[in-house]
């Protein structure tokens, strides 16, 4: 079987900064992944060409199969692959409801269709009850989870989460993980970018490591934190007791 | 409490916008003459208004060159009737044609070199002035000395578009009909919504799947087709046509004004905007001539606009939703305003 994504070889440079440095993984069909590092390291700029805000300098990358390399964001967007803003983006003039409408106008023209959908997504956050509320009365843990309703409205197959837990207390936090694995549950997949160690370890299956924009070590969160590189590099000698 | 503010109008809207209009129409049966063509040049200019508030209001794309568009309409119209006698509504439909492709290739151009915002709007400027530059040296077109339609006589004739002051009356206000519903209807169509998103934040749109280039493309296509039949009607109305009256920068601002006093993007905000600062305008031109202070009605515009913009940021139709809905709950109202367009 193919895998679902798959990254070959991927590098960008912004001028004399190698920000993703010949980055390769693979991404099976379901399950919680995580892409971690410290600060710096490469992982927005990762997350940002799988979505398709920016070009990769080298490399290849392959969504079922196909190559998207390049692919404009809409582009990715309608193939197949979802995407929140780590600082969230939402339209303030529009409503809740609204916001994630957008989303779904990427697979219909039909209003009804796409009020229909967006109150399916926002139930699967757990923002339903809220979908008539203007932007403005959210709360930073509501409007990260909006964030993520917008992306799930698209349909995706894969959902790319921008440190959705940043800034969350650590229940907010927990109660964000139970969402992402029911629709984990549902047959999603799910790219994690995140710098909090505890959350990952929670949530994701699988980790892929970034350090200095390469890739030092992947494999199940037990695994990555007794890698000797991962320790020095990142989680420091503290982790290890 | 603003549940639904995405559903299509209820009765209640459709009923009190069709109150609106009886009384408009109405008033074609009594007013004097002189109040029925100054009400025409309202509602011409308040279609026009209309075109140009979708595409900023909505689309998010300001043009301050919008009389390219008004001009090609008008210069459709008459060329094709002066010169080949057709009738005037092959006219309209050929400068729609026109304008919806001069639009689409502005923009193309504009977008595909990432030509954004305010470079956007001088460059819509550019291209009327560079229109109207043309246009004044074509002498198939009349260049400077213009073209003029035949006087009218006789009856009232739908089919050539021709007749009396009180007929033009009533085909401009059916224009603005036309114009509020469509803007109503694209307002909760998908094109509303993708629009107005795309106004609001463009990379996280086409995050979502939003292909903006396109639908920057459209909106500025749509808003020029629009506009260039109102400019077909005034030419129409006016009699004739002149590059510098037609095509001028005056048109252009003469447009943008009404829509931002009223309410940009919403369906009413260009007629009551419009129907306020003409008037006002013809008024402080009268006092200036009288008084022999040219430029004056200039004045009166800009002591509207600082006004409007100061006391009422969102225009005076939002402005009197938002009091209606807060006083009787009339939520019917809320259906036909649009929200704050935010600068």
Redesign the interface.
Known sequence: MTDLLELDGVSRRFGGLLAVDNVSFRLKGEGITALVGPNGAGKTTCFNLI?G?LPPTQGSIRFRGEIVTGF???DI??IGIG?T?QVV?P?????V???V???A???????SE??DAAREALDMVGLGPKA?A?ISKLTLPDRKMLETA??L??RPRLLLLDEVMAGLRPPEAAAVVAVLRRLAERGLSILLVEHVMRIVMEAAEHVIVLHHGAKIAEGTPRYIVSHPEVVAGYLGEGFRA | M??K??ALPDRGAVIGCLAAFAVLAMLGGVLNPHLISLLTIVFLFTFIGQSWSIMLGLGGQLSIGHALFVGIGAYSVAVLNIRYGLSPWFGLVVGMALAAIVGATLAWLSFRFEVRGIYFALLTIAAAEFARVVFSGWEFVGAMEGLFFPAHSGPNSFWMLRGDARFYYFVSLAAVLLGVSATALIR???LG??W??MR??E??????????FLHKILVVSFSGAWAAIGGGLLALVQGSVFPDSIMGMGISVDILVGPIVGGLGTAFGPLIGTLITLPLDHLASAIGNKFGIPGLNNVGYGLVLIAAVWLLPDGIWPAIVNSAKSITRFSWFGNLQM????K
């Open positions: 979505a805000a404009p964001a809409e967007c309608r995407r803003f983006r339209m303030r003039d529009m409503t409801l609204e916001n409408m957008i989303g106008f990427s697979w219909t023209r039909k209003v796409a009020r008539d203007a917008k992306a409205s698209t | 603003q549940k503010r995405d909760q169509s998908f919504y993708v107005r998103a609001d934040d990379d996280a749109s086409r995050a979502l799947g939003v292909r903006t929200e704050q367009v935010k």
